[in-house]
């Protein structure tokens, strides 16, 4: 393929690009295909002779496309969101054509100071105070191990790069029982360990983990010769919303001199409105801070901003230095891979660029208030059908609920059909979780494309599917 190839091919993508985002709500949300489907349509090695982009791009379209689940469906309700826009579909294009590896200032100096100003505005935005610094990482995921990393580090005396664990104290991280597996997995990873990780019991109305209990096990764990070493907090938890009283987590991890990290990976975006900041109170006295824009803020996977109060401690525990990555005489110079683990970085902020002046806060800010006003108008409709529950109220735009017809033997079972079904009907999607020891249904909006007409489709998706489902009734005590 020629560059001037991209001419063209470039305008016949974009176009393909607004048609299928304008027709989506043709489409089933989830995937209708089965597993290996795709694959088997694949050519199983690969071509030696070059192949025409137009057979690509008609292979694409046959074959790929059956097989998406279309995370831009406007009746996109599952999970959490992964929502995009114009803006930041054009900046990855540049991105990409520019294909630059930004690993340190001078590989890209437009991509650090660009990536420097954009954390600040998302810092301004959700109303965290001056002096948090940060870094744009490719996942929550990633800044969660990378905050456990500098936990244990700090907790070491920054002996456990050098000298690995062996020796080394248990080092005990406290969480929430609602947290997000990649607390879990961070602990594997840091070398903490599973058993280590410690979940505390999460309850009232924001389902929050209890600070008294919180305090014990910390007070437990020096007893009995172990190394507090950090408290993850949640705002915004994946299964039902669950939200830590981050004010109280950080005054007791502070008695300690713990590190105090925040997840709030989803719920992090709506704290660009005023009114839902609440949630995040005391988050200005946390050591670091993530959440995703690549959830619910109109930017293109990936992109998680991640706050720092204290970047010399990150860098202390990641950067390494070789002699060849030297930016030689330039100190004080950013060189963001040092703040993360990968070495190689992909350009990330221009997509932020892009989105935060095309829509301007205020625009954004409508949009979230919508999904949470919308989702809450479905939790209260939900909640008027008598042969339905509400199993968590929302927070944010996230609640749970299930259908519970009089007389079931088994709600749990008939909600895990009803999810199936809905989602093999394809009109809307939807995911289940387990929440209070039942199997309940999650319903949250964040898709950028949705309306109100879509969260009220769902209503009578959800009702009409409930209803025809066959029932097997409890028998007779
Ligand atoms: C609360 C929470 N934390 C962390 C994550 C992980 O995010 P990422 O995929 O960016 O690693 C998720 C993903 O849904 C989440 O909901």
Same mark, same amino acid.
């Given at each position: 393929?020629?560059?001037?190839?991209?001419?063209?091919?470039?305008?016949?993508?974009?176009?393909?690009?607004?048609?299928?985002?304008?027709?989506?709500?043709?489409?089933?949300?989830?995937?209708?295909?089965?597993?290996?489907?795709?694959?088997?349509?694949?050519?199983?090695?690969?071509?030696?002779?070059?192949?025409?982009?137009?057979?690509?791009?008609?292979?694409?379209?046959?074959?790929?496309?059956?097989?998406?689940?279309?995370?831009?469906?406007?009746?996109?309700?599952?999970?959490?969101?992964?929502?995009?826009?114009?803006?930041?579909?054009?900046?990855?294009?540049?991105?990409?054509?520019?294909?630059?590896?930004?690993?340190?200032?001078?590989?890209?100096?437009?991509?650090?100071?660009?990536?420097?100003?954009?954390?600040?505005?998302?810092?301004?935005?959700?109303?965290?105070?001056?002096?948090?610094?940060?870094?744009?990482?490719?996942?929550?995921?990633?800044?969660?191990?990378?905050?456990?990393?500098?936990?244990?580090?700090?907790?070491?005396?920054?002996?456990?790069?050098?000298?690995?664990?062996?020796?080394?104290?248990?080092?005990?991280?406290?969480?929430?029982?609602?947290?997000?597996?990649?607390?879990?997995?961070?602990?594997?990873?840091?070398?903490?360990?599973? +058993?280590?990780?410690?979940?505390?019991?999460?309850?009232?109305?924001?389902?929050?983990?209890?600070?008294?209990?919180?305090?014990?096990?910390?007070?437990?764990?020096?007893?009995?010769?172990?190394?507090?070493?950090?408290?993850?907090?949640?705002?915004?938890?994946?299964?039902?919303?669950?939200?830590?009283?981050?004010?109280?987590?950080?005054?007791?991890?502070?008695?300690?001199?713990?590190?105090?990290?925040? +997840?709030?990976?989803?719920?992090?975006?709506?704290?660009?409105?005023?009114?839902?900041?609440?949630?995040?109170?005391?988050?200005?006295?946390?050591?670091?801070?993530?959440?995703?824009?690549?959830?619910?803020?109109?930017?293109?996977?990936?992109?998680?901003?991640?706050?720092?109060?204290?970047?010399?401690?990150?860098?202390?525990?990641?950067?390494?230095?070789?002699?060849?990555?030297?930016?030689?005489?330039?100190?004080?110079?950013?060189?963001?891979?040092?703040?993360?683990?990968?070495?190689?970085?992909?350009?990330?902020?221009?997509?932020?660029?892009?989105?935060?002046?095309?829509?301007?806060?205020?625009?954004?800010?409508?949009?979230?208030?919508?999904?949470?006003?919308?989702?809450?108008?479905?939790?209260?409709?939900?909640?008027?059908?008598?042969?339905?529950?509400?199993?968590?109220?929302?927070?944010?735009?996230?609640?749970?609920?299930?259908?519970?017809?009089?007389?079931?033997?088994?709600?749990?079972?008939?909600?895990?059909?009803?999810?199936?079904?809905?989602?093999?009907?394809?009109?809307?999607?939807?995911?289940?979780?387990?929440?209070?020891?039942?199997?309940?249904?999650?319903?949250?909006?964040?898709?950028?494309?949705?309306?109100?007409?879509?969260?009220?489709?769902?209503?009578?998706?959800?009702?009409?599917?409930?209803?025809?489902?066959?029932?097997?009734?409890?028998?007779?005590?």
């Amino acid at each position: 393929m020629e560059i001037s190839d991209l001419r063209l091919w470039g305008a016949r993508i974009a176009a393909w690009g607004a048609e299928y985002l304008s027709t989506l709500r043709s489409r089933p949300v989830r995937a209708q295909t089965n597993p290996g489907d795709i694959a088997r349509a694949i050519a199983s090695s690969p071509p030696e002779a070059p192949e025409t982009f137009e057979t690509i791009f008609a292979d694409f379209e046959r074959t790929v496309m059956p097989g998406i689940t279309h995370w831009q469906h406007p009746r996109f309700f599952a999970y959490f969101p992964a929502n995009a826009s114009p803006p930041s579909v054009l900046a990855e294009y540049l991105t990409a054509t520019l294909a630059a590896q930004c690993m340190l200032w001078q590989t890209s100096p437009a991509a650090t100071e660009l990536e420097t100003v954009m954390i600040d505005w998302l810092r301004q935005m959700i109303g965290l105070p001056r002096g948090f610094s940060g870094v744009i990482q490719d996942s929550a995921s990633s800044a969660t191990l990378a905050a456990l990393l500098t936990a244990r580090e700090r907790a070491l005396g920054w002996a456990g790069n050098m000298k690995g664990l062996s020796g080394a104290p248990r080092l005990r991280v406290y969480v929430s029982e609602q947290c997000h597996s990649s607390i879990d997995k961070a602990c594997w990873a840091a070398g903490i360990g599973q +058993d280590n990780l410690v979940k505390l019991p999460a309850s009232g109305p924001l389902i929050s983990l209890d600070t008294g209990v919180l305090a014990r096990a910390i007070e437990a764990d020096i007893a009995a010769g172990h190394k507090p070493i950090a408290v993850v907090g949640l705002i915004g938890g994946t299964g039902a919303g669950a939200t830590d009283d981050i004010e109280a987590v950080c005054n007791v991890a502070r008695r300690h001199d713990l590190y105090v990290h925040v +997840d709030a990976a989803w719920a992090g975006s709506a704290m660009i409105c005023p009114e839902y900041r609440h949630l995040m109170k005391g988050a200005e006295l946390a050591d670091s801070f993530v959440f995703n824009p690549h959830k619910w803020l109109l930017t293109n996977f990936d992109c998680s901003a991640h706050f720092i109060r204290d970047p010399e401690a990150l860098v202390k525990t990641l950067a390494i230095r070789p002699s060849f990555l030297r930016t030689h005489g330039r100190d004080g110079i950013v060189n963001f891979s040092e703040w993360s683990l990968p070495l190689g970085r992909r350009f990330r902020a221009l997509k932020l660029w892009f989105m935060i002046r095309a829509y301007g806060v205020e625009q954004l800010r409508a949009m979230i208030r919508n999904h949470v006003a919308w989702s809450q108008e479905l939790a209260e409709r939900l909640a008027r059908e008598p042969d339905f529950e509400i199993t968590s109220a929302p927070i944010l735009s996230l609640f749970t609920f299930r259908y519970a017809p009089a007389g079931v033997a088994d709600l749990d079972a008939l909600n895990e059909r009803l999810v199936a079904a809905i989602n093999d009907d394809g009109r809307i999607y939807l995911t289940a979780t387990d929440f209070a020891g039942r199997r309940v249904i999650r319903f949250q909006v964040g898709q950028t494309y949705t309306t109100r007409e879509d969260v009220a489709l769902a209503f009578n998706v959800i009702t009409s599917m409930a209803r025809r489902m066959p029932i097997k009734p409890r028998p007779p005590a």
